[in-house]
């Protein structure tokens, strides 16, 4: 079974509102708030569906119900963010120098904010990590979108309020208008020119440098793929997929305390 910590508890819990029954009202019990969080973790961990919940854990209809609530009124998101700034103020994240990209997941259950590819359709997992591999930024959209138009995307679920001085990614975000977009705020995007570029060169040959420690976000990405339910988007939601990419997120920072 997955047990949160008490500490871990109590760090996240002001969040999570308790189910209220009024007293005296017949039926079950009020279910505890940790307990169907555990229960979540446990259906990301391995990737079974909803009705294979073990017993020990509550009813996986409430389970999945309450799930869905949180992902709706992404409470998960400000938990997430919450995490992420603790760790900031004590010296854990670092964005001055940070690093970007995707990576695709199948999806086999339908829904919106999913588009056709050579691989089949699916969908793409978007992140911006910290110089320690340590997530900034985790988002999803439909695979058919060029990365390099999904880079302000990213930035709407920025965890912190500082945004990076460094952005490097691959050469699927060598575009002029982007540096140009990402300058405004400050942002300079480091990424290898392509093959076929014809325009002249604008990166700086020293500063190109930092692409080679840019295996730190590949390195995020096996991390939360040790979460089986991300492998595939079984849910029909977009925001349900991305409730378990945040919590596969919080999973990691937890590691930080």
């Known amino acids: 079974m997955i047990?949160?910590?008490d500490e871990q508890w109590e760090r996240i819990r002001s969040h999570f509102p308790e189910e209220h029954i009024a007293d005296g009202r017949p039926g079950r019990k009020p279910i505890s708030t940790r307990r169907v969080l555990e229960a979540v973790l446990w259906i990301l961990n391995t990737g079974a569906q909803w009705h294979m919940l073990p017993q020990s854990y509550p009813n996986y209809?409430?389970?999945h119900r309450r799930f869905q609530t949180w992902c709706r009124d992404e409470v998960l998101r400000r938990v997430l963010t919450d995490v992420a700034n603790e760790l900031r103020e004590n010296g854990v994240l670092d964005e001055e120098e940070s690093f970007i990209d995707a990576t695709f997941a199948m999806a086999k259950g339908g829904g919106a904010e999913i588009g056709p590819t050579?691989?089949?359709k699916g969908l793409k997992i978007m992140a911006i990590v910290d110089r320690h591999g340590l997530p900034l930024s985790v988002s999803t959209h439909a695979a058919n979108h060029h990365e390099v138009r999904l880079v302000q995307l990213c930035f709407d679920f920025y965890?912190?309020?500082t945004k990076p001085d460094n952005l490097i990614g691959d050469r699927a975000y060598d575009s002029d208008p982007l540096d140009d977009e990402l300058g405004k705020d400050g942002i300079e995007m480091i990424a290898p020119h392509r093959s076929n570029?014809?325009?002249?060169?604008?990166q700086d040959g020293r500063r190109l440098r930092r692409y080679a420690r840019r295996w730190l976000v590949e390195r995020f990405f096996a991390w939360i793929q040790w979460q089986r339910r991300l492998l595939v988007r079984w849910e029909f939601y977009p925001k349900n997929f991305l409730g378990f990419v945040q919590l596969a997120c919080l999973i990691i920072l937890f590691r930080r305390f």
Do not use: P, Y
């Not at 570029?197 to 604008?202: C, E, Y």
């Open 159 to 161: 965890m912190i309020e």
């Open 61 to 63: 209809k409430t389970v």
């Open 3 to 5: 047990r949160l910590s």
């Open 197 to 202: 570029r014809r325009k002249s060169a604008t």
């Open 118 to 120: 050579k691989r089949g």
